[in-house]
């Protein structure tokens, strides 16, 4: 982080397949060791799932997922006067999407079936339909923003 100024976001291309910048940041965050080409055809396959079980467009289902796994409260910590507090803080939307994504591929990985194409296919089905790990975590979020609303007033 600079000390003076702000850093300019880098603005991610779209994939070849759907033309789409969300569904390429989700390829990327998806992505280790560099393999790309292998986290393409993970995510792919993994929407074709989801086109089978769902009956519908799987890139529709894939931004519904993202969407209700985006927190709109968060809780940040703040130091006044020796004691610690949380406060709870509106979300910026970049960090929003960066946020359900980082939650969708985490839960998606930590899932008991058997390759990641079921893992994730499974995990966007259930957060398209408002439940699953993800959906828990955004809500879990929410109750403590929620719980320790008295403490709002320390926002900077």
Known sequence: MPRKGTVERRETGADPRFSSP??????????????KSTAEHIFYRALEKVRERANDDPLKVFKKAIENCKPMLEVKTRRVGGANYQVPVEVNANRRTSLSIRWLIGYARARGEKGMMDKLSAEIMDAANNRGAAIKKKEDTHRMAEANKAFAHYRW
């Open 22 to 35: 969300l569904v390429a940041k989700f390829i990327n965050c998806m992505m280790w060791d560099g393999k």
